[in-house]
């Protein structure tokens, strides 16, 4: 009997996002296959431009891929860019972000971190209450050849610190999701659900999140 548990995963991270210089974070993930380290940077080039590059490591040395003889371990990463368009040259703020992750694109890693992905998004702030967000992702398979995946989304802000969000993602892959979520001063918690479909496979996911600023 599955109890839910060969499904969990656990994720803590830590984001530096005041040092004068460069933004950090790092994070530790454990899937029931896996554990991932991921350390990121970012660090604003100009008022409106900024780069990022981020580092993952995958290891499967103390969980159940391991315990069954079958250790794996590597090395990929990514780099990110974003615009954001000054007041004083549109009245809406606009951020635009380019990405890329998985360049290393071994295909013997493919099936632990995925395939390379070259992605472009668009995020619209209305009245600061109302988010629109647009994204495409185009996926370099080792196996399954090229696929791009639309995604879109919004996040309504519902008054007293609460927020709502939702969206919908579609091609190879598609599906939709929704959540919502408190911020205070010193603390956030969030929940969110997806429901997701790759041809005639369906899968649902649970995310619960708490952060605490410092």
Do not use: C
């Amino acid at each position: 009997m599955n109890d839910g548990t060969q499904n969990r995963l656990y994720n803590v991270s830590v984001i530096d996002g005041k040092n004068q210089y460069v933004n950090a974070g790092l994070s530790f993930t454990r899937r029931p296959d896996l554990d991932f380290i991921h350390a990121a940077l970012a660090k604003r080039a100009l008022q409106w431009l900024s780069f990022g590059a981020s580092l993952k490591r995958f290891s499967s040395y103390s969980n159940s891929r391991a315990a069954a003889g079958g250790s794996v371990n590597g090395f990929d990463g990514g780099l990110s860019a974003s615009i954001a368009f000054p007041p004083s040259l549109i009245s809406t703020p606009i951020q635009l972000g380019f990405t890329a992750d998985n360049l290393m694109h071994s295909s013997k890693d493919e099936p632990y971190v995925g395939p390379r992905q070259l992605g472009a998004g668009v995020k619209v702030t209305l009245r600061e209450m109302l988010m629109l967000y647009g994204d495409i992702v185009e996926n370099y398979s080792h196996f399954t050849g090229a696929y791009p995946i639309y995604s879109a989304g919004a996040e309504i802000s519902l008054g007293a610190d609460f927020y709502a969000r939702g969206g919908l993602f579609g091609f190879r892959e598609s599906g939709w999701s929704f959540g919502g979520g408190w911020v205070g001063p010193r603390m956030g918690v969030s929940y969110g659900y997806q429901n997701r479909q790759v041809r005639a496979d369906r899968s649902y996911q649970h995310a619960v999140t708490m952060d605490i600023f410092m």
